[in-house]
């Protein structure tokens, strides 16, 4: 999957909201001050040549739908992310989570539990 910039990341989040759509409909999510349609536009183009986009003609102008789901960009970059700050190592990963307490011990102790009911 192609690393997408800041900017093209927000805008395809907004496009994951709201699935098929345009543009002009993407900008109306924004908030004032609006970036400008032509900036959205371009990144729909840009989105669409790194593989996320895909269009049809509809009228004088394309629908946008997206290619990739939000939940598959968001595993490749939970993915980059452990392999960036932790050597590659989910468990280092769950070790963090505990020690920082956002995974009790029980609750892990019960994933564990649930894991050998399944086997």
């Given at each position: 999957m192609i690393k997408l910039t800041a900017k093209e990341e927000e805008v395809m989040e907004k496009i994951w909201q709201l699935g098929c759509c345009t543009p002009k409909e993407v900008?109306?999510?924004y908030e004032e001050p609006r970036p400008?349609?032509?900036t959205i536009a371009t990144m729909f183009q840009m989105l669409e040549k790194k593989g996320y986009l895909t269009h049809q003609?509809?009228?004088?102008?394309?629908?946008y739908e997206p290619?990739?789901?939000q939940s598959?960009?968001?595993?490749?970059?939970?993915?980059s992310f452990v392999e960036r700050y932790f050597d590659d190592s989910y468990l280092k990963v769950?070790?963090?989570l505990v020690s920082e307490e956002k995974v009790s011990r029980e609750e892990l102790l019960q994933f564990l539990n649930d894991l050998k009911s399944q086997s």
């Open positions: 900008l109306a999510t400008h349609i032509n003609a509809k009228g004088r102008g394309y629908v290619i990739v789901a598959d960009y968001g595993k490749s970059k939970f993915s769950v070790k963090t």
